[in-house]
């Protein structure tokens, strides 16, 4: 081939170095000096202008993982989680990590496990088999994590999880200071009956609930333990919450606000409610929690909520994961915990029945 360049199967000839050298008029070495980041002190800024244009001409791009190799780096960092594929929040998530690695000219390789430990071993085998520079693991819902084989092996930080055994860096979001947050908005809008509906057996319920009691307490008030209805993170749960909390209670004795574990169970609250003759906010104001994509703004009214802030941990993970990587050192093992954005919208007024 009279260019000297190389063609890939069926395609066009692919430029190489050596031809941007030929047409720029210097060395191959100068051409590497450009693209490596050496250029500086070796090449006057004409040379290295006249290298820059001759590669523009011929759209020449250096190859990525030769110069990786060299550097004894890739550029790509890998993201293996639980269920991306099926989580309405993990698109956020994802997005935060690319954009944040593609900012700083790293590609993400994602790696949906569907919660199957083997192959959570083998994506990890996979992907430093792929030499890639390090790993996010992250987890569809905030849990305590049995982390897969082989992450030892590279730069981890874990997203939306705690490791079970051992010390990573980790980001999760502040759930405490969000179940505090809920709470004082019913408590800002002069609610001082305040029930929950909804939640886990999990890290979030817990939190949330502490952060809720931590609020109550801050103004001097205490719920009834039957206020605390944790019955699922459904539809279904929040319906048969509500019926609970709501029906044959007489005006003065029920809860004239409820903080829901998330969106969906906020959804089955205002079914009930309508099913038992209430208004919301009128009669009954409620907190969600989630801020779901395409749900929270649509119910009616629409959801006031708090947001759990998947594309910052996406961003704040790859942003620790590069910035070691760039240190050549590992990760601070700690826990940073990243505030729940407040979302407000038309589903809290002030109580009809003043306590």
């Not at 069926?10 to 250029?39: C, Q």
């Not at 952060?211 to 109550?216: E, K, M, P």
Request: proline fraction near 5%.
């Amino acid at each position: 081939m009279g260019s000297g360049g190389t063609r890939a199967a069926g395609g066009p000839a692919r430029p190489t170095s050596k031809d941007v050298a030929r047409l720029a008029g210097v060395s191959h070495t100068a051409v590497s000096f450009v693209f490596n980041g050496r250029a500086e002190g070796n090449l006057s800024a004409a040379t290295q202008q006249r290298i820059r244009q001759a590669a523009e001409q011929l759209g020449y791009r250096p190859n990525a993982v030769a110069r990786g190799l060299r550097r004894s780096r890739t550029a790509v960092i890998g993201l293996v989680t639980d269920h991306i594929a099926s989580s309405p929040f993990a698109g956020a998530l994802l997005r935060g990590a690319m954009e944040t690695a593609w900012d700083q000219g790293h590609l993400v390789l994602t790696v949906d496990s569907t919660g199957d430990r083997a192959k959570e071993n083998a994506a990890v085998a996979e992907l430093l088999d792929r030499r890639v520079d390090g790993i996010i693991y992250a987890a569809m819902s905030l849990r305590t994590a049995h982390l897969p084989e082989g992450l030892e092996r590279t730069t981890t930080v874990l997203a939306n999880c705690l490791p079970a055994e051992g010390a990573h860096a980790a980001v999760i979001p502040a759930e405490r200071a969000g179940g505090r947050a809920a709470t004082r908005l019913l408590l800002d809008a002069g609610h001082r009956r305040i029930a929950v509906a909804g939640g886990l057996h999990d890290i979030a319920t817990a939190e949330r609930l502490r952060g809720f009691r931590d609020a109550l307490r801050g103004a001097g008030l205490h719920a009834p333990k039957e206020w605390t209805r944790r019955e699922g993170g459904e539809i279904s749960a929040g319906y048969q919450a509500a019926v609970r909390l709501l029906d044959g209670v007489p005006p003065a004795e029920r809860p004239t606000g409820i903080v829901c574990y998330n969106d969906r169970v906020a959804a089955g609250v205002l079914h009930a409610a309508a099913r038992l003759g209430l208004d919301v906010p009128t009669d009954l104001s409620l907190v969600g929690y989630d801020d779901q994509e395409h749900m929270a703004a649509f119910l009616t009214p629409a959801l006031t909520t708090v947001a759990l802030p998947h594309r910052a941990m996406g961003e704040a993970a790859a942003r620790l994961l590069l910035d070691a990587l760039a240190a050549q050192a590992a990760p601070p093992a700690e826990v940073v915990r990243l505030e729940c954005p407040v979302v407000e919208r038309a589903s809290v007024a002030a109580p009809a029945i003043r306590s």
